[in-house]
């Protein structure tokens, strides 16, 4: 954490922690001890260090409610660091009860390997870039078509997380915010 606030001085946090998840539910959402009293806002990243581990979506007062990158509804620009190819990271219901992500729509013949980086890209201001959303598990040819998809394990074990970070503020995001107001 205080190498990501060194490197980037323009981002604010709000430190807080889990004071609530759903049993039925255990890696998709969470409650978190922080609200509006401490500028949270909805679409604010969440952070464990470097890696990111969801989005606020929705904020009262004193708490918070986070969708972890494991919830299918969540998404994010992304990019294989040594590669260099980009797209976005989502999740289905089948992989996310395997703690498991995907970066789909990549040519058969992509160039993404077991091991590699996946970085938020930071295209369309939600998330800056450069955050770590994991790391390649396999990459998967489509049976019906052309595209092949990348397996990714979050760099975030979500049973142990008790302690994040909320980005409340960084350079780019309040365009993004406006035009999703």
Do not use: W
Request: net charge negative; charged share 20%; with cysteine.
């Amino acid at each position: 954490f205080l190498e990501l606030k060194k490197e980037h001085e323009d981002y604010e946090f709000v430190s807080a922690s889990i004071i609530g998840r759903n049993p039925t539910d255990l890696f998709y959402t969470f409650t978190l001890n922080k609200g509006t009293s401490n500028d949270v806002s909805v679409n604010d990243p969440v952070l464990y260090g470097k890696y990111l581990v969801g989005v606020v979506t929705s904020v009262s007062v004193t708490q918070c409610t986070v969708s972890s990158v494991l919830n299918p509804q969540v998404s994010a620009s992304a990019y294989e660091v040594r590669s260099r190819e980009s797209g976005f990271v989502e999740t289905t219901a089948e992989l996310s009860k395997q703690g498991l992500l995907r970066l789909p729509g990549l040519d058969r013949t992509t160039a993404i390997s077991p091991g590699g980086i996946v970085c938020t890209s930071g295209t369309g201001g939600i998330y800056p870039r450069d955050l770590i959303i994991g790391m390649v598990r396999e990459v998967v040819s489509g049976s019906q078509d052309i595209s092949s998809y990348a397996v990714i394990e979050p760099g975030v074990d979500f049973t142990q997380l008790q302690d994040v970070f909320i980005l409340v503020d960084f350079e780019g995001q309040s365009s993004a915010a406006e035009d999703d107001g």
